[in-house]
């Protein structure tokens, strides 16, 4: 009878251990998988979370990406694009997007749809202007922008209060608005190599006021 009873207790207690295993492997992140290939990507468009297609000689997207709806990073480096399709602004979670070294010379109006972008990579590109709806993506912390052909910043800039750094370097900057002082998370300004650029440090140091913040700027 006692041998029944000691068998009963270490069944329930087997059983706890063994939930108690099923539990923690739940609990266990997921691993991330890389998608490289959008055929691939569309085979199950609401797993993918990361998408490379950089290094593909790229002069379109395809605009099945719209599909990709729980998409949070994607990487477009070092292609031809020069556009990107309406479908972009479909991608309601994505929160990285790398388009370093294309030929963006503008956006479609959805691209201010992503609400949830917090980290935009736009170095070597065709940009000459920043239109004003840049202030759409109130998310964005690290915003660059070098290595393009801006002149100037729309005021909207100074709408962007999560912005931590903005990297203009290499550009033909010629005047910066004096509304980007109202970005009080700024961390860091890259203006180096903008020999157009009409100010000085201590100016732009004046629109921070007292804010710490390192502005690097050629002399």
């Known amino acids: ?92 979670n994505l929160k990285m997007l790398d388009i370093t070294r294309n030929k963006i010379s503008s956006f479609p109006k959805e691209f201010w749809d992503l609400k949830n972008l917090e980290v935009l990579f736009l170095n070597g590109n065709n940009l000459s202007n920043l239109p004003e709806d840049i202030s759409e993506l109130e998310k964005l912390s690290i915003i660059d922008l070098n290595n393009n052909l801006l002149t100037t910043l729309p005021k909207e800039i100074g709408q962007l209060e999560n912005l931590l750094t903005l990297s203009l370097s290499s550009n033909k900057l010629i005047s910066i608005p004096d509304e980007i002082g109202k970005l009080k998370k700024l961390r860091r300004l890259n203006l180096w190599n903008n020999p157009t650029l009409k100010t000085t440090e201590d100016n732009i140091r004046k629109l921070f006021r007292n804010q710490d913040i390192t502005i690097e700027i050629s002399p």
């Open 1 to 92: 009878m006692k041998s029944g009873i000691l068998t009963h207790h270490f069944l329930k207690k087997l059983i706890l251990i063994f939930f108690c295993f099923l539990l923690e492997l739940q609990s266990q992140p997921k691993e991330v998988i890389i998608y490289q290939n959008l055929s691939v990507a569309l085979r199950k468009p609401k797993e993918v979370r990361i998408l490379d297609l950089s290094r593909n000689k790229l002069s379109t997207l395809p605009k099945e990406i719209g599909q990709l709806v729980n998409l949070e990073r994607l990487y477009l480096r070092d292609n031809e694009l020069t556009t990107l399709p309406e479908e972009i602004g479909e991608l309601e």
